[in-house]
């Protein structure tokens, strides 16, 4: 059997330690993805990643599907040979990417019309497409594609997101079977969507479940919910969810939400807070938040994160020369930072790995909820407003 | 003696192999150092050099000035400390920057009013300041403040320019000696003008010798200019240098005028080429140059050069992927064509120096003839007309 998820520690509910098997290889859970949305890590060479414990990556179908295209993704050697990747692979349906290109984009019974992102005009991109967009990409795992709403707190919007996401759900399950399932080599993951509203995410979870999907997702979290109800919604999901497959977190995150979720039984996750804090002069350490933009960073000689033997730390540049191209808007800086942030989620996952091991997962919870306090977001953004058949973002 | 030039093969003019001695380390001549403006390379770490076989690096003290400012630099080791580099650091003293940076620069007896990069207002950079401000920069080698007509051609502008640019030669080579010479750990060299005049340049170089640097740079070349004028002028300031001094050949740059210039005399070169060829996705290769956003490279499998042992092409990341990233705009594409680009000229000066130790020098040139026949430029762009008092770039 080409997909196996052997439970090593743990049950269907609190923290889990498994080892999840694909043709390209073994991913050790819990586990971090690092985000290639189009092919390619945002200015990293695929060879950091085994260095820093990289198991797994994730690309989007929709993206690769505008840009360069199914056809030529398969000339490349499919995504692994884009990517020059010859470990698992994830794509990702493209659905938080449809929902969030903008005023074209409109939900309908058969799927989501949105503008191409490349050529403009309209792509009706429908289960059944990205379906078979991903059979051809030739990731390890495929996601259904599904519907998340933005505002997980409206009910109306939830349920309508939850009827339309299981509906679609059935269909590309059929095609699954229909390729002949994950026995040719790639599995299909169902994602629970249903707001914050329990018996929504009940109801949701139960149906993928009877539908048996390889694995599962939780969607529809990391929305602008404060971390609470991110975690009510996580909770809510993984409790329904069937002991032996694996669970997977999308778009989460920060060292806290990371462990908060594997306490509730999550085992993979992606996201990409750890370049995109690097890009904006934020590095992840032990001690917290460093900005490196701050003043008094400006005469500092010492590198990024002194305790760290991540490349980007042990290359010597000072935190002083960092703050100076960040000023300067030199590309190297965001390099580094995002380098390292990388490395860190990464030794922080080998962490929890070896502390659920060692039976000390909770010490290093609380560590981590010291090192890492919630911090709530501020008002969102003004978004366009809930209209039926027109939905935005998720996650 | 912190400096010392030895003469391995060659003679004062033609092709040379030497050894240029340094505080910091020896650097195998010819060779070309990669430029980290300011302070560092464009996009990537400074532990890339050493493996590539790079041994010298270039930054810029006017940029430095500018920021993060000569204090922070001191703070931070220096400039060594600030790029992360044990190796040799050279620093131009800014004179190509300051009359490129637009309308205010202003070229008076005494010095240049220009523009600050950071803050707006007027900085007089003037000769003083910019010998001052790389003794504490604290390269290995700091250059005169010199200055640089934009025409070659224009007999006024250049007899002026090697006017002004002796006078300020005088003022640093008197401030250097009364430092205490390269004796205290930094050396000076001074900078040959003069356009396409040959008579301009002999008086200049004359001059200049007679004043006693430490070496002796070839300016005012690449700034339009087409190859034979730019070897014609490069042949006409060599030929008045000393037999034991380096030389170095500023701001150039592709493979035949570096192996042009080596042919000539020339011992040291620097250019942004590589790198601003990479980020524009040229590839430079045995073969000639690859445009990667070329349709042939579409479907292309196959690595950015399968026959070049660099890292970028070692990553394996496809040609194919590397036109898609660069149409999306993606970062890494750019990163791993002037990473591959860095190598190939490291390469190449590596080529030189076992082709001139092995005497085959003439066969190596010739080949380089093949694969890089020159390519004139077109009409340069309109830049604002000689005034006396206003001069625009260099090189």
Redesign the interface.
Known sequence: MAFRFDLIQGSASGPRLGRFHTPHGEVRTPAFMPVAT??????????ILRPMGVEMVLANAFHLYA??GI??VE???GVH????WDGPVLTDSGGFQVFSLGALDRVHEGGVRVEHPVYGGVVDWTPELAFESQRRLAPDVAMVLDVCPDRPGDRDQAAWAVERTLAWARTQRRLHEKHGGSGRGQALFGIVQGGVFPDLREACARELVALDFDGYAVGGVSVGEDHAARMAGVEASTCWLPVDRLRYLMGVGTPLDLVEAIARGVDLFDCVFPTRAGRFATALTWKGRLHLLNARF????SPLDPDCPC??C?????R??L???F??R????M??VSQHNLFFLQDLLRRVREALAGGRFEELREEVRCRWPPREPGPRPERARFKPGARPPRR
Chains 1, 2 share one sequence.
């Open positions: 189009r092919g390619m890590l945002r200015g990293h060479p695929p060879t840009r360069p056809e030529t000339a490349l050697g040979g884009m990517l020059a400006r005469d500092d000689a490349e980007a042990q290359s010597g540049v000072p002083g020369a703050r100076a191209g000023k300067a030199e590309i190297l800086p390099l580094l």
